[in-house]
């Protein structure tokens, strides 16, 4: 009887590892700010990679005809470069499958190199400088509109739909934030607008009272920021102490977010607010309405920006991997620069740079606080 009991007892172990053993585990990193002033980004991208992965794991998937299994790995870059290529590193040595990520193109661009080095694709849906795919690495892939595009059209709306005739311009000395501004600045020049004052400040300042003094002076009709909503909010809030109601401010996705609201803590200024983000609005994505829905169902008051795009970008990894049968990155990178993917937000298709064919882009505004599409 003893001896029956162990041997049911060692085939049931058995079928159990052989179920353990049939379902590999495919392994994705993400890396943003869950810490810091940028951490309402971060979580939020986490959250729409990890609501990938179990929408990915729920349709019980395969992969080359194997079980497969989808696990994040989420890392904190603390929008901090040093921390970045840290991250970027201990995914490279966790073996992952491939990354979204990271947030901020001040950690993206160097990050890039180090999965360049190790061979892992890397799909970002928030970093948006251009000089991201500069150096032609065949691991790097972006799902939403960069800089050149971004810049472009505020400094067209300025110009051409308001008519504004001078602008002074704040940056906040980051990748993203020079790398916007000075866009904005080139393609203001050359509609006609003419730049009254440059100054600079830094990612972790609050207060700007000098620099917006001096800008006061020169009597701009508009304000340029290239930075993010930590330093946006307070920026509209001395604006207004300032006596500078009627002034126009332009920024960038970084600015782009609900957040901004609560920062600017009721400064009538956010009324003048006009920022721009790469991608329809969530009511002109294929499936923007539905995801949102969900989305809040499952992280109530947690929405930023970006979380259509991290959630995009882990399922339109996952698809180059069926497509190729494989998730080995030697395997699936072709894959994944052929792809023709549906997503929420757009239909993905990429140029030979990895950047995104024909990416849109919206304005918004703050009517009543609200953050609202303007097109």
């Not at 049939?22 to 810490?35: F, L, M, R």
């Not at 501004?181 to 440059?198: L, P, S, T």
């Not at 300032?242 to 009538?268: H, P, R, Y």
Request: charged content about 20%; hydrophobic content about 40%; proline content about 5%.
């Amino acid at each position: 009887m003893q001896l029956k009991l162990k041997l049911t007892v060692a085939a049931a172990i058995a079928a159990v590892a052989g179920v353990a053993a049939a379902q590999e585990v495919v392994k994705i990193g993400h890396v943003a700010p869950v810490s810091g002033a940028q951490a309402h980004y971060g979580k939020d991208n986490e959250n729409g990679a990890r609501m990938a992965i179990e929408d990915l794991n729920s349709q019980n998937p395969t992969i080359g005809g194997k079980k497969v299994k989808f696990e994040l790995l989420a890392e904190d870059d603390a929008a901090d470069p040093k921390q970045g290529t840290a991250a970027a590193q201990k995914l490279c040595d966790a073996k992952v499958a491939g990354v979204v990520g990271h947030l901020n193109s001040g950690t993206t661009i160097p990050a890039a190199k180090v999965y360049n080095d190790c061979g892992i694709p890397h799909v970002t849906g928030a970093a948006t400088n251009p000089n991201l795919t500069k150096p032609g690495y065949k691991t790097t892939f972006r799902i939403i509109a960069n800089d050149n595009a971004l810049g472009a059209g505020l400094a067209a709306y300025a110009a051409e739909t308001l008519k504004l005739k001078t602008v002074a311009i704040v940056d906040d000395r980051t990748a993203y934030g020079q790398g916007v501004a000075n866009v904005f600045k080139k393609v203001a020049a050359e509609k006609g607008m003419k730049v009254v004052d440059e100054q600079f400040t830094t990612d972790k300042a609050t207060d700007f009272m000098a620099i917006l003094t001096a800008i006061k002076s020169k009597n701009p009709d508009a304000i340029f920021y290239g930075g993010m909503d930590p330093q946006a909010g307070p920026m509209l809030r001395q604006m207004e102490q300032l006596g500078m109601a009627n002034v126009k401010f332009f920024g960038g996705d970084g600015v782009c977010t609900q957040e901004i609201s609560k920062l600017a803590a009721g400064a009538k200024t956010l009324g003048n607010v006009i920022c721009a983000e790469g991608g329809a609005s969530l009511t002109k994505m294929p499936g923007g309405t539905a995801w949102k829905a969900r989305y809040d169902a499952k992280y109530p008051n947690q929405f930023q920006v970006y979380s259509p795009y991290t959630y995009d970008a882990t399922m339109l990894l996952a698809d180059a991997m069926k497509r190729a049968g494989s998730w080995d990155p030697k395997v699936y990178i072709p894959e994944l620069l052929k792809s023709n993917y549906k997503g929420v937000t757009a239909n993905i298709a990429f140029e030979p740079n990895g950047e995104m064919k024909n990416p849109a882009i919206t304005l918004y505004s703050y009517p009543d606080g609200k953050k609202t599409p303007m097109n």
